[in-house]
């Protein structure tokens, strides 16, 4: 399915819906707090980030104080910490307690390449986004990313061949 704002819109309905009927859900405190960030992420940017960043940071901290072994709330309380209070380390420091809680949890290597690119570490960010990739193969954001992490680093020939392994287009979209 095809992200748009009606789609996350709709995600931040079910997720109340579900919080509503279990307040101890930290999932659902938790994907709140994602889309949230993916509405107002940069690259995103559905609506005002200075808008949606703080809702997405309050939902995170949510699921942690429900659940502190869940870590889908660590993964965007790290990516409010870099875009909210340019915190790299702090949000360095979140992504990896997130990875150590799930070492299979793509979306939080993939935040993490991005906390790294902010510190111009391009290898390390390379191999976070190319561990990404690895878990989620058919992952258009991830083939995206992973093509963006070799483009930053100047590294063409790489960042075509990502690229080119996007089945759905997303970066021809971007």
Do not use: C
Not at 28 to 44: K, R, S
């Amino acid at each position: 399915q095809e992200v748009t704002h009606q789609s996350l819109s709709r995600a931040i309905t079910q997720y109340e819906q579900a919080i509503a009927q279990d307040p101890t859900y930290a999932a659902a405190y938790a994907g709140i707090a994602d889309v949230y960030h993916v509405l107002g992420g940069p690259g995103w940017e559905f609506e005002p980030p200075r808008d949606l960043l703080p809702k997405a940071r309050q939902a995170a901290q949510r699921a942690i104080d429900v659940d502190s072994e869940l870590p889908d709330g660590y993964a965007v309380r790290g990516m409010t910490r870099l875009w909210l209070d340019w915190d790299p380390e702090g949000a360095e420091r979140d992504l990896r307690k997130a990875i150590a809680l799930n070492p299979s949890f793509a979306q939080a290597h993939q935040y993490l390449s991005t906390v790294l690119v902010a510190q111009r570490r391009m290898d390390e960010a390379i191999a976070a986004s190319q561990k990404a990739t690895d878990l989620d193969p058919l992952s258009p954001i991830s083939l995206t990313t992973l093509g963006y992490r070799y483009y930053y680093a100047a590294r063409y020939a790489d960042a075509v061949e990502a690229f080119s392994k996007d089945p759905g287009g997303t970066a021809r979209r971007l």
